[in-house]
């Protein structure tokens, strides 16, 4: 068993309550300064924070190498309320009245994308593919194609999009991601989305022990404006995924009990 099984249990149970913290409904409208508030957290790291010490690692080309497995360290932060559009808003402010009794992750479905879970995170890396596979939910993972091909036309909607990357530099590898269903939740709280969503990523990695990434969400069907925030991810060069089977052990579902 390797070392991260108590700090797992641990967030399991925070996940299965998430849904049921909770929010000011009231709260909910555009951030001030174009809705960057609560990314200081984010880009702030730690003094110690458990991470391993060295400098960013490199991959033979020069850029930067993300191999290896990440705790989220802040999977809840969305830098401050959304835009959202009044039918939008009258979704979110239903559902938190519900307490989320109808979150699809509850029912063993995809997250989505930019929703994520408090497990860990594998990132994959070869020259024209980065993959991310997710411990939790479903061990959902997400392809993300480096070998210069765009979107394409007529693309399905899907759970987790249809993601393509590219390079500015070696520093920062930019994920952009379309073609999204409208069926997952952009939080444990409710927040909605239309299949007109479009999710850009700016991965970097300052150092060995960390991973910011630069998250905006644009969607004209349900935002007034572009939404953007910063998750940061810590590495841990002695885990591993644990297997998660999210239909045999579903304890969500008991729970969103709603009213």
Not at 161 to 177: A, Q
């Amino acid at each position: 068993m390797n070392k991260n099984y108590g700090w797992l249990m641990a967030a399991c149970a925070v996940a299965a309550l998430l849904p049921l913290a909770p929010v000011d409904i009231a709260a909910q409208a555009p951030a001030k300064g174009g809705g960057k508030a609560g990314t200081k957290a984010a880009d702030t790291k730690a003094k110690d924070d458990g991470t391993p010490k060295g400098p960013t690692p490199r991959m033979p080309d020069g850029k930067v190498d993300f191999n290896g497995v990440y705790a989220p360290a802040n999977f809840a932060n969305y830098g401050g309320a959304l835009p959202l559009q009044p039918w939008a808003q009258k979704v979110y402010e239903d559902r938190r009245a519900s307490l989320s009794k109808d979150d699809p992750e509850g029912f063993c479905l995809p997250a989505g994308v930019p929703r994520i879970s408090p497990f860990p995170q594998k990132f994959v890396q070869t020259n024209n593919l980065f993959v991310i596979l997710d411990e939790g939910n479903v061990h959902s993972y997400r392809q993300v194609f480096l070998d210069g091909r765009g979107h394409g036309k007529g693309l399905d909607q899907l759970w987790m999009g249809h993601s393509i990357g590219k390079w500015e530099g070696n520093d920062t590898l930019v994920v952009d991601s379309v073609g999204f269903n409208d069926k997952t939740w952009l939080n444990g709280q409710g927040l909605p989305h239309t299949d007109q969503l479009h999710v850009t990523e700016r991965y970097t990695r300052p150092d060995l022990g960390h991973v910011n990434v630069e998250i905006t969400i644009e969607d004209p069907g349900a935002l007034t404006a572009p939404h953007k925030f910063t998750r940061q991810f810590l590495y841990h060069d002695n885990w591993e995924l644990l297997e998660y089977v999210c239909n045999e052990f579903n304890i969500d579902q008991d729970r969103l009990v709603g009213k």
